[in-house]
């Protein structure tokens, strides 16, 4: 018999050239065959402990060489007392090898990483230092030969004949006192050379054979193949496990230590990982065994051999206690510094913890579809809980959106806070399932993308960062709350608006939810665009809810008052417009410090008040600012305050141009420049030096390049509408025209500049006619939207609109009920709501418009003095509370109302079916939201009712996949089966019957036949 160490120390030269110098690739593939052969000896131990439990791989390489060893190293037993004792003490060595080897480079740490860099075609270093990696896996491949040679110490080769003739032979190994039979894992063939497992593939398993030539030999007898299938891990025809598998190792990346990779073993329903965690003490060696247990949850097993929720693990591993104590300690530093902020940069008197509880109306991403009346903020974190508690299908993403001012930022910094501190008093049992998740509050405000952002989030929270984040919201123990996301630096909102967010869309894959604060809406509606232009090239499963907050009503408004210790009676000798804007937040908080003379208690804050609010706070806000740039406490300031006020506005027109709201050093300088009418700012002497001490140069950035803000928002709009105020005084009307392009103004940009400049405004819409043509597209949608916004609001002022002609606007609310209409001119207007007044003397023109919902609020209206209408342009009509969405029901709608509709040619009558797609496409198409269905084709979405209308929902979606206009994915989330609508063309060339589009003309041709 042949002594069983000269057989592998044969086999082993194969891998190692005669010559004296041996390379590094070759030393790496000598590793391998090494750790190959004591993984199948170690599969041998286990065959013969029980042949139905080795689950040894299909295709086992160097990483699950490692994996398979460690597995088997608990499953033998310790080295004392049991028959496998030299088995369990071949595989100790073997990794302790492993683990020993270190490399000074970071990206060949580990002797994985360094093969795996090499196998795949990975640049090596030259010279010394290839020399030197070469000898260290030198070293490593003697170490683990020791260990195989004092394993196969004393031990020779018996090998006995197979089944038939044409079988491999099946060896053993045979000490004095023991034996380890090496088949079906190590076979030989009829020269006795050793043939060892490499992959079962084709329904048979495949050996190499180290040497000169055929060194890979399939195993083909019954015997042989018979006994592989019992040793080896079976293959799911269930997929829902390796997705499980695979979603594990997902989750696990944001917490393992990078320098380790990580190792799974399955066996019986169960996958066992051996892992490193980042810790910040350094890397933690674990073991973890998760199942998809009893109702499809997710289980990991705790100490005591106790399943548990897959969420206890992860809730274990982070430390949640600590996780919450530090998002508490950040959160409360933030609100630290805006109540600091209100008092150092607003100058406010004291800061003021007093909440009043905003609501919000839900709607669709398109605003077409409000749901539900308004309801408390704390409704919405509740529904935001219970869509945490839901595995898929789809990720949600609330907008939470609304004018400048109106407390955004407040009510998402408390409401997170306060979920911190919930949980962080919650007790740390891992047992219970009835724990809130987190809340993260995100300030998106002078970084340059969300993964910064986040990170800067959770700078000094342990054992999490930006991937970590992603893993806990991917498994509803936090959401995500990202505050200014339009407004990160470099205009993301802007130019792309799903830019930074589809990446975190796409990786939640389905899960989780993310919640944005969206201050424009120009933003959503580039969202919007962006998601239908590109439906074929992304795989993202996301809906979509928007939350629009409300201005506070007059009981909150009064409320906020009498907290503050102000007569609300106060408020009737307040002129209108500045009453409403007390509705919003931030002025009221204005108006409680402006006007109450402290600490007077008999003050009548009322009395004496000639300036508009919006005045009183900018002229503080100038006096205060100029105040600081001066160059002694004797010193009048280097800048007036019509100067400076002058300045601010050229800085409100630079970050217009550029979509952002932050100024660099050199840009401030040059607003100074033009504000003081002279280009050498050092004729102001100290005055360059002096710019950098206004209020909005704390913020910086991670290249501590200084950058200038407005202490609030409302300032740029406030600014940007002076800007332009001033251009309309200096009588450059086409100026003004142009800057309509540039970005969208909100709100309190549109109100100032038409309450100051009525008739300038009106010329310079009516110069705005047929401008917008000309105009790249991106300027052209901010254009457009500009120009509605400005003529509603004149519509608003005014409570008039003449003999106009109007072109190129999209609105987002016209409201001409109790206008006093003539004959007015729409011409390839957008509507996201129109709303008509009841009687008919007035004419209005609706040429080429597109309108999403037409409002009548009586029955009894009178609409025919509407012209040029086409009832295909118009989404839906809703008549005193009753909606029309169909395309007869809208039809019907508008005979009923009067509405001249113009003859149908002879076509006959659209089929049901075709009629139906029309309807659900323009769904599609205005909600943006991934479409998920179940797999009898009815939406998995159960807050998707208009899907039930026409109740063709299951033939729309099967005439989809007939044409090819669309394919069904299969996604993998909790309960049945659910398939993603994956459109190959566009929802809107679908709509829009492009047939030049082979699926879009095949699909029309099959929905009318």
């Not at 000798?573 to 007390?582: G, H, K, N, S, V």
Request: proline share 4%; hydrophobic share 40%; net charge negative.
């Amino acid at each position: 018999m042949t002594r069983a160490s000269d057989q592998y120390d044969e086999l082993l030269a194969s891998y190692l050239d005669d010559d004296d110098r041996i390379t590094l690739y070759e030393y790496l593939a000598a590793l391998d065959f090494s750790l190959r052969f004591t993984m199948l000896c170690t599969a041998a131990a286990m065959y013969d402990r029980d042949p139905q439990q080795v689950n040894i791989g299909r295709a086992p390489g160097f990483g699950g060489y490692l994996a398979y060893l460690r597995t088997a190293r608990s499953m033998l037993g310790s080295t004392s007392g049991t028959q496998h004792a030299h088995v369990i003490g071949l595989v100790q060595q073997t990794l302790d090898v492993v683990r020993a080897y270190r490399s000074g480079s970071p990206e060949f740490a580990t002797l994985e990483k360094l093969r795996n860099h090499a196998n795949h075609g990975g640049p090596m270093p030259a010279g010394p230092a290839r020399d030197e990696l070469a000898k260290q896996v030198q070293e490593a491949l003697s170490g683990i030969t020791a260990a195989v040679h004092d394993f196969l110490d004393g031990a020779s080769v018996d090998v006995a004949a197979g089944a038939t003739d044409q079988s491999f032979r099946r060896p053993t190994l045979r000490w004095s006192n023991r034996s380890l039979a090496l088949w079906p894992f190590i076979c030989a063939d009829d020269l006795d050379r050793w043939c060892l497992y490499a992959q079962y593939t084709s329904q048979q398993p495949v050996y190499i054979r180290p040497g000169r030539s055929d060194v890979r030999v399939p195993g083909r007898d019954e015997d042989l193949v018979a006994a592989m299938n019992d040793a080896r891990t079976a293959k799911r025809e269930d997929a829902e496990f390796a997705v499980f598998v695979e979603g594990l190792r997902t989750d696990l990346a944001g917490f393992r230590d990078p320098d380790y990779e990580l190792h799974h073993y399955e066996a019986g329903g169960v996958v066992t990982f051996f892992w490193m965690q980042r810790r910040e003490a350094g890397a933690e060696e674990r073991v973890d065994s998760f199942r998809i247990g009893p109702g499809e949850e997710r289980q990991w097993l705790a100490e005591g051999n106790k399943w548990l929720r897959y969420a206890s693990f992860l809730r274990h591993i982070t430390n949640w206690p600590i996780v919450a104590r530090r998002v508490r300690q950040y959160l409360q530093g933030l609100e630290l510094q805006m109540l600091n902020e209100e008092q150092t940069l607003l100058g406010w008197s004291r800061p003021t913890n007093l909440q009043i509880e905003p609501t919000v109306q839900m709607t669709d991403l398109g605003g077409s579809q409000r749901v539900g009346n308004p309801m408390p903020f704390t409704d919405l974190m509740r529904d935001i809980d219970r869509r945490l508690e839901v595995r898929g299908p789809q990720t949600q993403v609330y907008f939470v959106a609304g004018e400048a001012g109106i407390g955004k930022t407040r009510a998402l910094l408390k409401t997170t806070l306060n979920r911190a501190r919930t949980v962080e008093e919650e007790p740390d049992d891992l047992h219970t399932s009835d724990q809130a998740p987190l809340f993260l509050y995100v300030r998106s405000t002078g970084l340059d993308d969300l993964q910064k952002a986040i990170g800067s989030a959770v700078v000094d929270v342990p054992n999490v960062n930006d991937d970590a984040v992603r893993t806990l919201c991917r498994n509803g123990l936090m959401a995500v709350f990202i505050d200014g996301f339009d407004e990160l630096r470099g205009g993301v909102g802007y130019g792309d608006a799903l830019s930074s967010l589809r990446t975190w869309i796409a990786d939640l894959g389905g899960r989780g939810v993310i919640v944005v604060s969206a201050r424009s809406s120009y933003y959503l509606s580039q969202y919007r665009s962006d998601l239908q232009n590109n439906a074929q090239n992304m795989d993202l499963s996301v809906a979509h809810r928007v939350a629009l907050v409300q201005r506070w009503t007059d009981d909150q408004l009064h409320d906020f008052l009498g907290q503050c210790g102000v007569d609300p009676q106060a408020l009737d000798e307040i002129p209108p417009e500045d009453r409403d804007l007390l509705r919003l937040p931030f002025f009221a908080k204005v108006y409680v410090e402006a006007y109450r003379p402290l600490p007077a208690p008999d003050a009548h804050p009322g009395k004496g008040i000639s300036d508009e609010l919006p005045d009183l706070v900018l002229d503080q806000y100038i006096s205060r600012e100029a105040m600081k740039l001066t160059v002694g406490a004797d010193q009048p300031p280097l800048i007036s305050v019509d100067e400076l006020r002058n300045l601010f506005q050229v800085v409100a027109e630079l970050m217009a141009v550029e979509h952002e709201r932050l100024v660099t050093v050199a840009e401030l300088e040059l607003a100074a420049t033009v504000a003081i009418d002279n280009e050498d700012l050092d004729q102001r002497r100290g005055l360059r030096r002096r710019l950098t001490a206004l209020c909005g140069m704390a913020v910086t950035t991670a290249g501590n390049e200084r950058r200038f803000a407005f202490s609030h928002e409302l300032f740029y709009d406030y600014f940007l509408a002076d800007a332009m105020l001033a251009s309309m005084t200096d009588g450059k009307i086409r100026q003004v025209v142009g800057a309509l392009g540039l970005s969208e103004w909100r709100t309190a940009t549109v109100k100032r500049i038409v309450r100051r400049a009525p008739d300038a405004t009106l010329e310079a819409l009516r110069a705005a006619n047929g401008q917008a043509g000309m105009l790249s597209e991106r300027r052209g949608v901010a254009f457009r939207a500009n120009v509605g916004a400005l003529w509603s609001a004149l519509v608003e002022q005014s409570g008039r609109l003449g003999n106009e002609t109007i072109q190129d606007a999209t609105f987002e609310s016209l409201d001409l009920v109790g206008t006093n209409c003539q004959f007015v001119r729409f011409q390839g207007c957008r509507f996201q709501k129109l709303s008509m007044p009841p009687a008919s003397a007035w004419e209005i023109s609706l040429k080429d418009c597109e309108v999403d919902t037409l409002e009548v609020r009586t029955r009894s209206a009178d609409l025919s003095g509407m012209r040029d209408a086409v009832a295909s342009t118009f989404s839906q009509i809703v008549t005193a509370g009753v909606l029309s969405d169909t395309p007869r029901e809208v039809s019907a709608a508008l005979r009923t109302l009067g509405v001249d509709l113009p003859s149908q040619p002879e076509k006959g009558e659209p089929s049901l079916l075709a009629e139906a797609a029309l309807y659900y496409l323009g769904k599609i198409v205005d909600r943006g939201d991934t479409l998920v269905v179940e797999r009898d084709h009815t939406v998995a979405d159960g807050h998707a009712p208009w899907t039930r209308r026409y109740g063709l929902w299951p033939e729309f979606v099967k005439l989809l996949e007939r044409s090819g206009a669309a394919t069904l994915a299969q996604i993998q989330a909790g309960g049945q089966r659910k398939f993603r609508v994956r459109f190959q063309a566009l929802p809107i060339a679908l709509l829009q019957r492009d047939t030049e589009l082979e699926p879009v003309a095949r699909f029309w041709g099959m929905a009318e036949a």
